[in-house]
């Protein structure tokens, strides 16, 4: 499976972007996508995941109620939909897909093994 994430860009506080994590393979559509982002000197922090079908999801404390994820299998697309925006969530946003038919959305790094380039978003006025 091969991902590529993409969306990002300055925004204000408060404002709103909406990332894509576009996939290339069949097995995309039966893969857990996990978005996570990582801040100059941080380390990488899950986001948000979701599973297959689209019926099951997970948060991260941070961005519970301000993120939302979602995903289009017929167009092989996941979204990020990220509303309320702060400062504190600029970083490199990275999308990764399990291996198929592990159907947990997982909030470790180490249980997803594609990985694509990310995108980058700023919060800043």
């Known amino acids: 499976v091969q991902l590529q994430a993409s969306g990002g860009g300055l925004v204000q506080p408060g404002g709103s972007l909406r990332l894509s994590c576009s996939g290339v393979g069949g097995a995309f559509s039966s893969s857990v996508i996990g978005w996570f982002r990582q801040a100059p000197g941080m380390e990488r922090e899950f986001v948000a995941a979701?599973?297959?079908?689209?019926?099951?999801?997970r948060y991260a404390d941070s961005t519970k109620g301000r993120f939302t994820v979602s995903r289009d299998n017929a167009k092989n697309t996941v979204y990020l939909q990220m509303d309320s925006l702060k400062p504190e969530d600029t970083a490199v946003y990275l999308c990764?897909?399990?291996?198929?038919?592990?159907?947990?959305?997982?909030?470790?790094?180490?249980?997803?093994?594609?990985w694509g380039p990310g995108t980058e978003v700023t919060v800043s006025s």
């Open positions: 990764a897909a399990r291996r198929p038919r592990l159907n947990v959305p997982s909030s470790f790094h180490d249980d997803y093994t594609y």
């Open positions: 979701i599973v297959w079908s689209g019926a099951g999801t």
